[in-house]
């Protein structure tokens, strides 16, 4: 049970942290996109402006995705756990 619980809680915290830099990755993409558009296409832009605008852009269309895909990567990591520590273990010849 205990063990299960560890798993659990190891399981959550993966997923926050994937939730995390997804949205903080969505976020500095927005800030660079939009400074770099503003200073292509505006004449003399408010670069604050626009890099606090790019940040809350960024983290709202970065947090639409970063639930679904922190699931996914937690999936993919237990997957990788998983066969590393079965594929450690000697075959019984019950496979």
């Given amino acids: 049970m205990l063990q299960f ?5 190891r399981w959550l915290l993966t997923w926050v942290y994937y939730v995390c830099l997804i949205c903080f990755a969505g976020a500095m993409a927005g800030m660079f ?4 558009f503003a200073l292509l296409f505006r004449d003399n832009p408010d ?3 626009f890099a606090s605008f790019g940040f ?3 983290l709202k269309y970065g947090g639409v995705w ?3 895909a922190a699931i996914v990567l937690c999936v993919v990591r237990a ?3 998983y ?3 079965h594929s450690a273990t000697p075959a019984t010849g019950h496979e």
Avoid: E, P, Q
């Fill in 83 to 85: 066969l590393a520590k």
């Fill in 56 to 58: 809350m852009n960024g």
């Fill in 5 to 9: 619980l560890f798993s659990l809680i």
């Fill in 33 to 36: 996109t939009h400074v770099l």
């Fill in 47 to 49: 670069l604050f402006y």
């Fill in 79 to 81: 997957r990788k756990y």
């Fill in 66 to 68: 970063a639930g679904g």
